[in-house]
């Protein structure tokens, strides 16, 4: 294990240390050591953090500097409050690909095998300070959705600042022969430029923010529906499930995109055809649908944006994963550099867990790994 730790640090080494020099207790390396390993154990907070350095103190002293014992909860906060979040998002993605070299597959990525990159957003509730909780942290993340893996995320004062947060993000992850998917707030012209210089590709949702461009979509796909799909060009599967007792019916069609059109998706930097999606759901004799459209960088293929769309909505599972499993949004952690740093060690955690395939629910890994110190070292080393 030693040379699996010295890699950790080489990789922490990077983050800087904003402490005043000669006036620390705790190395910075130990203590964000003891974050990551806590959070993988079952700890969502300072608090129990400092809990479970205390309880492992003989354990973690094999891997980190604890000669001063265990930083208080006070000083894990300040800790966390004053590292920039970039710093420790790289420093956790370089560990990660340590550990996808040593034992796991890499994702493929080539022009045949995009990666799919879903960006979407998540207000941290419990971190507001006003009254009426209206200041509470937005975070808006990326994910390689195939394997669950957190590539990054920026943090802003509201879900309304999403528009600006997204090319900062872009600016920290590699998208290059990646489909990168957003929902309408994200369907601007200035991010579709972006993706597309960057050398991906882009699926953007589009809403009543861009009314015409909704309308015009909409319209075409009724009319190919009643003229024939297969004459305008249109490509279209169906599939159906079950899902939480409910009954799923998903139509999803592709064409490219008409003459009629091209005045209003030129302005979309490299857009090549439009989509449609309708799911259909039944729960006894309760019925609901809803249409979605959609403008996109690549082909008209329908099995690609079907999968597209799919994974796009399964970040929302994430999302559930982040409140429930580790109770994100019951955090009082309130300063943005210590919101955002917490949160993406959530994420990178939960990257971890389920890399183990083991059929266990994650929640049942993090006990686990709280109680059994090897199953813990597997996560954190891959041993």
Request: aromatic share 8%; charged share 25%.
């Amino acid at each position: 294990m030693a040379s699996q730790i010295d890699v950790f640090h080489e990789c922490f080494d990077q983050v800087e240390d904003p402490r005043v020099a000669g006036r620390t207790t705790h190395p910075l390396n130990s203590i964000l050591f003891l974050v990551v390993s806590a959070v993988i154990a079952g700890a969502d907070g300072p608090d129990e953090i400092e809990s479970f350095g205390d309880e492992k103190l003989d354990w973690l002293s094999k891997y980190a500097d604890f000669e001063a014992g265990i930083p208080s909860h006070d000083t894990i906060t300040r800790v966390l409050s004053l590292i920039k979040p970039a710093e420790f998002q790289k420093a956790l993605l370089q560990w990660h690909a340590h550990l996808c070299e040593m034992n796991w597959d890499h994702e493929i990525k080539d022009d045949d095998h995009p990666v799919h990159v879903a960006i979407d957003g998540k207000t941290v509730r419990g971190s507001y300070t006003d009254a009426e909780k209206s200041d509470a942290i937005h975070i808006v993340s990326a994910w390689a959705t195939e394997n669950g893996v957190a590539l990054g995320q920026t943090e802003v004062d509201s879900k309304s600042n999403e528009i600006t947060a997204i090319p900062e993000l872009l600016e920290l992850i590699d998208i290059s022969n990646a489909i990168v998917t957003l929902d309408a707030m994200g369907c601007q012209k200035s991010i579709a430029e972006k993706i597309i210089d960057e050398g991906g590709d882009y699926v953007f949702a589009v809403k009543d923010n861009h009314p015409k461009l909704c309308a015009a979509i909409a319209e075409h796909f009724e009319m190919a529906h009643n003229e024939g799909l297969t004459t305008h060009g249109v490509r279209s599967t169906t599939t159906k499930g079950k899902q939480a007792g409910r009954d799923e019916e998903r139509f999803y069609a592709t064409g490219p995109i008409p003459e009629s059109l091209r005045a209003l998706t030129d302005q979309w930097k490299g857009a090549k055809s439009i989509c449609q999606a309708n799911t259909c759901t039944s729960r006894g004799d309760k019925q609901t649908s809803d249409i979605r459209y959609y403008i996109s960088s690549r082909p008209a293929r329908v099995g690609e944006f079907a999968n597209s769309a799919r994974r796009h909505w399964g970040i929302e599972s994430m999302h559930w994963v982040l409140d429930v499993v580790f109770h994100e949004d019951s955090s009082r952690l309130r300063t943005k550099n210590a919101t955002s740093n917490m949160s993406f060690t959530r994420r990178f955690v939960t990257t971890l867990l389920k890399r183990d395939t083991r059929k266990k629910s994650l929640r049942r890994k993090r006990k686990i790994a709280g109680w059994n110190t090897a199953f813990l070292e597997k996560l954190l080393f891959a041993a």
